[in-house]
T-cell receptor, first 113, second 119 residues
C-alpha cells in the first residue's frame, strides 16, 4: 500500500545506546518530517527536510540527527539515548506545493530505560 | 511563531449526539491552512478535514464540519451523529503555505482533545 513506512514499531533501549529510526515514503513527496508525541504535549517537530539534500531543525532537535538519504528515505538517529527521549516518534511526508497536510507513518514507540 | 490552543483536554459525548471541539490559533499570516487530525487507539494519524484560510465557506466531510472564524482565529470541529469509532484523540493543526518563508509547510499542532463516545 502506498504511504509512509516506519521501522521499527517498538524499541527498548538502554541509556547511552544508539539507534536509527527508518522512514520511507513512496508518494514522491518532496518534504519529510520527524515528530515526537508525548502525553499532554501534542506532536512536536524534531527535524524536517523540505526537499532532497536539505535538512533543518525543528522545535526540539537536541539529541537527534537526521539524514535525507534520497527522496524516499529520511532517517532519525539517536546517538546516545536518554530517558527523556522516551516517546512515540512519527515520520510524515507532504507535497510542499500542495498544502494538503501530511501523510503519517504508523509511529515508533521508543522506551529508554 | 504560530501557536495552536485546544482548551478542552477531554470531552465525552453520547452515541448519536453532536459534539464540538474547540481550537484557536495565533498567527500574523493572512493565508494559511488548518487541519483536524484524528488519532484512534491504533496510534495512526488520520486527516479528518482541511480548511484553506482564503475560503470563507466552512469545510465539510460527511459527519465532520468546521466553524472557521478567521477574524477570531477560531477553528472548531463539529462531529454529528457521533459513533463509537469516533473515540480518539483529535488534534488541531496549522500550516503556513509554501513560499511563505521560514516555517512554511510545517504543521504546528495543538496538544489535543481526547474524545470518548459513550454507548
Amino acid at each position: 500500500n502506498a504511504g509512509v513506512t516506519q521501522t521499527p514499531k517498538f524499541q527498548v533501549l538502554k541509556t547511552g545506546q544508539s539507534m536509527t529510526l527508518q522512514c520511507a515514503q513512496d508518494m514522491n513527496h518532496n518534504s519529510m518530517y520527524w515528530y515526537r508525541q508525548d502525553p499532554g504535549m501534542g506532536l512536536r517537530l524534531i527535524y524536517y527536510s523540505a526537499s532532497e539534500g536539505t535538512t533543518d531543525k525543528g522545535e526540539v532537535p537536541n539529541g537527534y540527527n537526521v539524514s535525507r538519504l534520497n527522496k524516499r528515505e529520511f532517517s532519525l538517529r539517536l546517538e546516545s539515548a536518554a530517558p527523556s527521549q522516551t516517546s512515540v516518534y512519527f515520520c510524515a511526508s507532504s507535497d510542499r506545493f500542495m498544502n494538503y497536510g501530511y501523510t503519517f507513518g504508523s509511529g515508533t514507540r521508543l522506551t529508554v530505560v | 511563531a504560530q501557536t495552536v490552543t485546544q482548551s478542552q483536554p477531554e470531552m465525552s459525548v453520547q452515541e448519536a449526539e453532536t459534539v464540538t471541539l474547540s481550537c484557536t490559533y495565533d498567527t500574523s499570516e493572512n493565508n494559511y491552512y488548518l487541519f483536524w487530525y484524528k488519532q484512534p487507539p491504533s496510534r495512526q494519524m488520520i486527516l479528518v478535514i482541511r480548511q484553506e484560510a482564503y475560503k470563507q465557506q466552512n469545510a465539510t466531510e460527511n459527519r465532520f464540519s468546521v466553524n472557521f472564524q478567521k477574524a477570531a482565529k477560531s477553528f472548531s470541529l463539529k462531529i454529528s451523529d457521533s459513533q463509537l469509532g469516533d473515540t480518539a484523540m483529535y488534534f488541531c493543526a496549522f500550516m503556513k503555505p509554501a513560499y511563505s518563508g521560514a516555517g512554511s509547510y510545517q504543521l504546528t499542532f495543538g496538544k489535543g482533545t481526547k474524545l470518548s463516545v459513550i454507548p
